[in-house]
């Protein structure tokens, strides 16, 4: 194998772990939304976990974020909760920075 292969397939590596490493965080990230977002809508116990597992499985309708936050917008504004869209942008990249360093802690421990 010529080093020029031996290069391609690193490279080639290296990006499906950065993927693999991306799609974990930003799973991590809808998860810890929806656990917050439940407790804004007044869930508890076992819907608290259910309406995590919906909100991470709103991420697979569309590329990008606005699938996720129309989702919890919409859920939001049923039962009356006031949270701009903006106010939850913001809070949806505060988490992303925790799910990034929960992410790279686990991996840390490996």
Known sequence: MSSFDQREKSFEA???????SRFKVFARRNKILGIWA?????????AVEA?????VAADFEKA???DVLQ???KDFAAKGV???DHS???TMTELLDTAAQQIEQEAAKK
């Not at 439940?38 to 076992?46: K, R, T």
């Not at 309406?51 to 909100?55: H, L, Q």
């Open 88 to 90: 939850l942008r913001r």
């Open 82 to 84: 006031a949270i701009s």
């Open 71 to 73: 989702k919890v917008s």
């Open 51 to 55: 309406y995590a597992k919906e909100v």
């Open 38 to 46: 439940a407790g804004q809508l007044g869930l508890e116990g076992v």
């Open 14 to 20: 290296k990006w499906a772990r950065d993927e693999e």
């Open 64 to 66: 990008g974020d606005d």
